[in-house]
Every structure is written in structure tokens, then in C-alpha cells.
């Protein structure tokens, strides 16, 4: 098959297989929706080879393209592959709700990943729009998943915020092309932009990206089931703001002017991330502020436009997808053990669940930035680049919120999984296979932190 018919396949099989969902029988929808993201992981291995030889592939639709390059499809595989495991968690988790609930989760989240691939291969603003408000939509039906009113107020918070900031994404898309005549990205590389319209798009960033000053509705999501939660944090949505940066101005458009005070807001924003999780005690709080955390700090590695802090904070995004979707997939694990949110009632899981605590030990030590995981290397490239460009005390910031996310993850690991063991209950049902990929997930970070030492 052509790379560019397998392009338009990776663009509509996550459409195709939400439809397939819901025409098949309820109590299969999270097993056909695993099976349709393993076509589409295989989809995108098989032009591995092309993207990477040839630089990009393109599907032309009349006068839009989409087009694959090694970012966009670093972005795309990473989350379809994480997204593998979370359905197979979710055959496990799931087991015990109603078949329409299983239903629902199954074909929202496939459209989630359809929009992902939308907004990654999308080579025209306005498609790139439409997908990235589509990703908004998808995370208001799965946040309000189960319908009660303190979750639709959450959801409709989350939809809101990042609805508004698309809008003035969208403005700055507008003077783009009044100036350029073009809405192709790939025919706007090297133009030349004030700093205004870079804000306008930062804004919309920074809302999907849950950033300060629109960070708020990041951690209240967490009232969604756990799989939801993976794909918000991890896979799918808050990762979609930091592909756009690195896309429209990483690789596209230039600035005309200082904008290091960008910077400097998400580098505040994860030092101020990091504070708040040292003192939370909900574990899915203590974890979404550490994505709000880590996501600042992406940010600010992409704002000094240096191809060396570049590289790293892909090779962190890598990291941080798979081992923050592993950290949350632990706690969703640790939440039905203990019956309880609260750390302060957790303690003992190294004697209980050893499985479990070694996926829960190597993801965060990943998303900590220790070594050999691969975090460690995308930080440490981060921060060279950063000094690399003279921003010293730019660099210094960074080193000091990565010293935070080792203090906050280990106070999270002291209490859930050291100390007096407390009492569990062990469900049989879905319980061996939520772990099994947790345990995969970790071990996938671990081999890859030890392939990049090599």
C-alpha cells in the first residue's frame, strides 16, 4: 500500500472504528475499540521507514493536505500506542460498569484519538482548528462521564477555558493568512510574525495545555474514570497544546520580537504546580498537578528555540506520555485497592502488590527525570539547550522544578507504597489485567531509557 494511502487511513480508521462501535453489541465496544488502535499502531509503523527517509508524506483533500514528518508522527504513534494500553486497561477496569457505559467510553475515546491525528498531520490552520476544538468536545463528554451535576459543572469548565482560548488561536490564525494569503502550514515556514499574534496563539496553547493562568480545570477533570484521565494527562489532549507550539513556532513561523516572558509564565506556572503537589493529598490531584507541572516545563524548553532543548523536550514528551499515563492507570489501580483517594489512608503496596509498585516506581522515576529513564535525558537536553542560549537563571528555574517533581513523586510513593501496610481489597475481576499493562508500560519506558543510552 502507498504511504499516502496508509496516511488517509491512520486520518479516518478512528472515525470508522467509533462508528463500528456503536453498531456492534455494547459488551464488546473496549475490546473492538483495543483492536481498532492495534490497526492503527500498525498503520503507523508501517511508514516509519518513509517518514523518517524521506522527511514527510502528504494526502492532498482539494486544497488541504495532511502531511506526516517525524514530529507529527512522533506525536501520533506515541499517543495511539499509549492509547493500546489504556483500552486494554480498560477491559479490566470496566468490567463490573454497565455494557452502555463501557459503549460510551470505547467510541468517545477513539474519536479522541482521531482528533489527535487530525490535529498532528493537519497542514492546513483551519483543519488544525477543527480537529483541536473537536479534541475539546471529546474531553467534555469523557470528563462529565458519568453525568452527575459536579461533573457536568467540571466538564463544561474544561470545555469552556479551552474553547475561549482556541478563539484566539483562531484570530491569530486570521491575520496569518491575511498577511500570507495562505492557510498552509508548510507554505508559511520562515514568515515572520509579531509578538502579538504569537500571544493570541499562546493563549489558545496555554488553555489546552492547562497553563496559569487556565490551569484550574486540569485537576478537576480527575472526577473521570481513570482510562479518561490517562488519555486527558497523557495521551491525547494537554499534549495537543504543546504539539501546536512546537509545530507553528518550533519548526514554522518566526518571531519578530522578544518573547521570553513566555517562558517565564510556564516556568512560574510549573514551580507553582509543584508547590500545590506537595501539599495535595487526592492522588489523581497530586498527578494532575504534576502534568501541570511538567507540561510548563515543556513549554518554557520550547520557547528558547534551540534545536538541542528541542530535541529534548520530545524525547520528554515521549517520556512524560508514557509514564504519566502509567502513574495515573497505577493510581485508577490503587483507588479500587484501597477504596479512597487520600494517600494518607494508603501505605504498604510494596508487600501487597510488587507488580504494581515496580510500574509505579520506573514511571515516575521517568516522569522525575532519574536516570536511566528516558525523562532524565529529556530534561537534561532541555535545560543544555537553555544554558546553551544563555538563559542562566532561565535554566536554573527549570533544574529547581525538576527538583520539586523528584520531592512531591516520592512523598506520593512514601505514603501509598512504604510504611504500614493497610488493608486492600483484591478484585479478581479485571484486577490481573490492569496490572499487566501498567507493568508493560513501565517496562516500555525502562528499555527505552536504556536504548538511549546506548
Not at 479551552?162 to 484566539?168: H, V
Not at 504569537?198 to 493562568?213: R, Y
Amino acid at each position: 500500500m502507498e504511504p499516502n494511502n496508509i496516511l488517509l487511513w491512520i486520518l479516518v480508521v478512528p472515525f470508522l472504528s467509533a462508528l463500528v462501535v456503536k453498531l456492534l453489541p455494547a459488551r464488546f465496544a473496549i475490546k473492538a475499540g483495543l483492536l481498532f488502535l492495534i490497526i492503527q499502531l500498525a498503520l503507523h509503523i508501517f511508514i516509519t521507514k518513509t517518514i523518517f527517509s524521506l522527511r514527510f508524506i502528504y494526502y492532498p483533500l482539494k486544497n488541504i493536505f495532511f502531511i506526516a514528518d517525524p514530529l507529527s508522527f512522533i506525536f501520533g504513534i506515541t499517543s495511539v500506542f499509549i492509547g493500546v494500553f489504556i483500552y486494554l486497561f480498560a477491559t479490566g477496569y470496566f468490567a463490573e460498569e454497565r455494557y452502555a457505559e463501557q459503549q460510551k467510553f470505547s467510541f468517545w475515546g477513539l474519536v479522541f484519538v482521531g482528533s489527535m491525528m487530525g490535529v498532528v498531520f493537519s497542514d492546513n490552520l483551519i483543519s488544525l482548528y477543527m480537529f483541536w476544538e473537536l479534541a475539546g468536545l471529546c474531553s467534555w463528554k469523557l470528563i462529565g462521564f458519568y453525568r452527575a451535576d459536579e461533573h457536568l459543572l467540571k466538564a463544561d469548565k474544561a470545555f469552556l477555558l479551552t474553547s475561549a482560548g482556541a478563539g484566539f488561536m483562531l484570530l491569530g490564525f486570521a491575520y496569518i493568512y491575511l498577511t500570507t494569503g495562505s492557510l498552509s502550514i508548510s507554505q508559511i515556514i520562515n514568515h515572520n510574525v509579531p509578538p502579538f499574534v504569537f500571544a493570541l496563539i499562546f493563549i489558545g496553547i496555554l488553555t489546552k495545555s492547562a497553563t496559569f493562568p487556565f490551569h484550574t480545570w486540569l485537576p478537576d477533570a480527575s472526577v473521570a474514570p481513570t482510562p479518561v484521565t490517562s488519555f486527558l494527562h497523557a495521551a491525547v489532549l494537554v499534549k495537543i497544546g504543546i504539539y501546536g507550539l512546537a509545530r507553528l513556532f518550533g519548526t514554522t513561523l518566526n518571531i519578530s520580537g522578544n518573547v521570553m516572558w513566555a517562558g517565564y509564565l510556564a516556568l512560574f506556572s510549573s514551580f507553582a504546580a509543584g508547590i500545590v503537589a506537595m501539599r495535595e493529598t487526592d492522588i489523581k490531584r497530586i498527578l494532575a498537578s504534576s502534568t501541570i507541572s511538567q507540561l510548563g516545563f515543556m513549554i518554557a524548553g520550547l520557547i528558547v528555540f534551540n534545536p538541542v532543548a528541542t530535541r529534548g523536550i520530545v524525547i520528554f514528551y515521549v517520556a512524560h506520555a508514557l509514564g504519566k499515563g502509567c502513574l495515573f492507570l497505577c493510581a485508577g489501580i490503587t483507588e479500587k485497592l484501597f477504596g479512597t483517594k487520600d494517600i494518607r489512608e494508603m501505605g504498604g503496596l510494596m508487600k501487597k502488590a510488587p507488580l504494581l509498585t515496580y510500574a509505579f516506581l520506573f514511571s515516575m522515576f521517568s516522569v522525575a527525570g532519574i536516570p536511566p529513564l528516558p525523562g532524565f535525558y529529556g530534561k537534561l537536553e532541555a535545560i543544555t539547550g537553555m544554558l546553551i542560549k544563555r538563559h542562566i537563571f532561565y535554566g536554573l528555574l527549570a533544574i529547581l522544578t525538576s527538583a520539586l517533581t523528584v520531592m512531591y513523586m516520592f512523598r506520593l510513593f512514601r505514603y501509598a507504597f512504604m510504611g504500614e501496610v493497610k488493608e486492600v481489597k483484591f478484585e479478581k475481576k479485571g484486577f490481573t489485567t490492569m496490572v499487566v499493562s501498567v507493568a508493560i508500560l513501565a517496562t516500555v519506558s525502562l528499555v527505552l531509557g536504556i536504548i538511549l543510552v546506548m
